[in-house]
């Protein structure tokens, strides 16, 4: 299993980038995928899922109204369409797939299960983002 993750670059603020994740070796059938990003010496950190069940989608705070996951299970796809990006936006962007499952879509002691990492098996290299003037 593979996923490949593109799309990052170098952009000024306010511009936008459209993430992909091309996922190989696995049908996305039945499997949630999440983005992740990581900023130079912070944590990891989760961006947006979408489900594969009925789609559902969730964002972290600091993305809501500017980034816009899909997917394409045909194409084995999934997208990250970020606008009005903000410097606060560098870093790595990981795509991951897990099983989709409800839990993911709960929340519990102030987060979301779905940004724990544990539950994804299958993860993409990465790719940069940045965002400055």
């Known amino acids: 299993v593979q996923l490949q993750a593109s799309g990052g670059g170098s952009v000024q603020p306010g511009e936008s980038l459209k993430l992909s994740c091309i996922v190989s070796?696995?049908?996305?059938?039945?499997?949630?995928i999440v983005w992740f990003r990581q900023a130079p010496g912070k944590e990891r950190e989760g961006v947006s899922i979408i489900g594969d069940t009925d789609g559902t989608t969730y964002y972290a705070d600091s993305v809501k109204g500017r980034f816009t996951i899909s997917r394409d299970n045909a194409k084995n796809t999934a997208y990250l369409q970020m606008s009005v990006l903000k410097p606060e936006d560098t870093a790595v962007y990981y795509c991951?797939?897990?099983?989709?499952?409800?839990?993911?879509?709960?929340?519990?002691?102030?987060?979301?299960?779905?940004?724990?990492?544990?539950?994804?098996?299958?993860w993409g290299q990465g790719t940069q983002v940045t965002v400055s003037s």
């Open positions: 991951a797939a897990g099983v989709d499952r409800e839990v993911l879509y709960t929340y519990y002691s102030g987060r979301y299960y779905w940004v724990n990492e544990v539950w994804y098996d299958y």
């Open positions: 070796g696995l049908s996305l059938r039945n499997y949630a």
